[in-house]
Every structure is written in structure tokens, then in C-alpha cells.
């Protein structure tokens, strides 16, 4: 049986696969960026998700792991009966409400932006750019390392 941890870990380890195949295609110039990115942006954002929920089960030391994991500490399940909430968990409570993990949150749009003529219209911010999901791959690998550590000292 897997763990939470390990299931966080291979998430992230597919993340940063998609986002290096993101970043050879748009170098191919395999597609339009727009379409490049319609294509990526929601793949690689569920992977981070996953990643984050996946996390935040291993933080609870959840055993009986879901099909899929939360992706919001609103979404975790009820601790049993005398067991405290992991203080870990209030950093990410912070992200979740204003930092770099509620903009990963944020909900993409669904297929490309509007043509006029032959051209795409840019959409301002429609799809986060892929430099946006290595900041967050970035930082859930940094959040897993400094909130792990904790967890592992407890």
C-alpha cells in the first residue's frame, strides 16, 4: 500500500515531467502558446493538487487514504476523536486564503480563448504561464521539506 507522502512525491515528480514537456514544446513551437497552454496548464495544475493533497493526509497521518486526495484542508477528513489538528497545517491554511497556493488553486478556464480572424486573442491571465507552475513546483518542494521535517521530529 502506498503512503500519503509517497503518493505527494510522485505527483510532484509527474509535475515537473509535464512542465518540462511544456517547456520543450513551446521551444518546438509544437503549437500555438495559447493552445500549448490549454493543453498543459489544467494537467499540470491537477498534478500540483494532488501533490498538495496528498501532502496535506500524510501531515494528518492518514492510513486509509482516498481514490483521490483533497485539495484544500477543507477537503481533509474529520480527525478522530482526541487528536489535535498538526499546527503544520496553519501555514497552509495561510497559502490556501492568500499566498502562492490560492493562485494555484484558482480555477482555470476551460478551452482556448476567442479567434478573431486567424488570430487568438489573448486572454490577460486566463491560463497561468508555465513559469508560474515552476514557481509552484518550487515551492510545494520547499513546503514539503520544511513542513516534513517537522512532521518527522513530532
Known amino acids: 500500500m502506498a503512503s500519503a507522502r509517497g503518493l ?40 500540483l493538487r494532488n501533490a498538495y493533497g496528498w501532502f496535506l493526509l500524510a501531515t494528518i497521518r492518514a492510513t486509509a487514504l482516498p481514490d483521490t486526495p483533497p485539495h484544500r484542508i477543507g477537503e481533509l477528513p474529520e480527525l478522530s476523536r482526541g487528536i489535535v489538528e498538526p499546527g503544520e497545517l496553519e501555514e497552509c491554511r495561510q497559502l490556501e486564503l492568500g499566498g502562492w497556493l490560492a493562485q494555484l488553486q484558482a480555477p482555470i478556464p476551460a478551452g482556448l480563448p476567442p479567434k478573431t480572424g486567424d488570430r487568438v486573442l489573448a486572454s490577460s491571465g486566463s491560463y497561468p504561464q508555465l513559469e508560474d507552475f515552476e514557481h509552484w513546483i518550487t515551492a510545494l518542494d520547499a513546503l514539503f521539506d520544511r513542513l516534513g521535517e517537522s512532521l518527522d521530529e513530532n
Not at 514544446?25 to 498534478?47: D, I, K, T, V
Request: net charge positive.
Open 8 to 47: 505527494a512525491n510522485h505527483s510532484l515528480y509527474m509535475a515537473r515531467l509535464l512542465a518540462g514537456q511544456w517547456r520543450a514544446s513551446l521551444a518546438g513551437q509544437a503549437a500555438p502558446e495559447q493552445a500549448m497552454n490549454a493543453a498543459f496548464a489544467p494537467a499540470l495544475q491537477l498534478h
